[in-house]
């Protein structure tokens, strides 16, 4: 079945860098954008911006710019996360979540990573 | 940036009808879509286009929209329909696009 495994939980120090892996199988990884959300402790979904696998082409969300980087390898289907100069308040599960649309994006998220747990702390 | 605003916490009783809002400029030129997160899971699309349901998600919910307000109601709630919901739509300030969440609504089904 279709479905998003992302690598396992990390714990970082506060000013690393962190980068998590989202493999897709069982549908056409460059044709579904790719969009990453967090969810801190207790808190809501915020999404971090998204990566068109079929070209690489990336947005950020403006809380993220300078800090994230989106990236993808088509020759395994896997999308990548990096999130850089750590604060305890990166503390989070990070999610992978495919968009619905089939070559266009849609905007609307079908299929969703279990979540990675991101650590930061000294 | 759009913001989406939703009410912290609505309940419900067993059976009956409740509806969960989100207002935000945005809505009134983009779609909401409507995600449900129980504890320790991922979230699940349960609307999208705003009234659009996936394949698998009951019938008991259903989206609309009116003005700058989107609506997700879910008629004859279940004791399984207790999570958090958010409704998400496209930011109206730039591009390329980007969306934004609401803060979420906790449901607690009496």
């Known amino acids: 079945q279709v479905q998003l495994v992302q690598s396992g939980a990390e714990v970082k120090k506060p000013g690393a860098s962190v980068k998590v892996s989202c493999k897709a199988s069982?549908?056409?990884?460059?044709?579904?954008?790719m969009y990453w959300v967090r969810q801190a402790p207790g808190l809501g979904l915020e999404l971090m911006g998204w990566?068109?696998?079929?070209?690489?082409?990336?947005n950020y969300a403006q809380n993220f710019q300078g800090r994230v980087t989106m990236t993808r390898d088509t020759s395994i289907s896997t999308a990548y996360m990096e999130l850089s100069r750590l604060r305890s308040d990166d503390t989070a599960v990070y999610f992978c979540?495919?968009?619905?649309?089939?070559?266009?994006?849609?905007?609307?998220?079908?299929?969703w990573g279990q979540g990675t747990t991101v650590t930061v702390s000294s | 940036s759009s913001e989406l605003t939703q009410d912290p916490a609505v309940s419900v009783a067993l059976g009956q009808t409740v509806r969960i809002t989100c207002q935000g400029d945005?809505?009134?030129?983009?779609?909401a879509s409507w995600y449900q997160q129980k504890p320790g899971q991922a979230p699940l699309l349960v609307i999208y286009?705003?009234?659009n349901r996936p394949s698998g998600i009951p019938d008991r919910f259903s989206g609309s929209s009116s003005g700058n307000t989107a609506s997700l109601t879910i008629t004859g709630a279940q004791a399984d329909d207790e999570a958090d919901y958010y409704c998400n739509s496209r930011d109206s300030s730039g591009h390329p696009p980007i969306w934004v969440f609401g803060g979420g609504t906790k449901l607690t089904v009496l």
């Open positions: 069982e549908y056409t990884f460059t044709g579904h954008y």
């Open positions: 945005s809505l009134r030129g983009y779609y």
């Open positions: 990566i068109n696998p079929n070209n690489g082409d990336t």
């Open positions: 286009d705003e009234k």
């Open positions: 979540a495919r968009d619905r649309g089939y070559y266009y994006v849609s905007g609307d998220m079908d299929v």
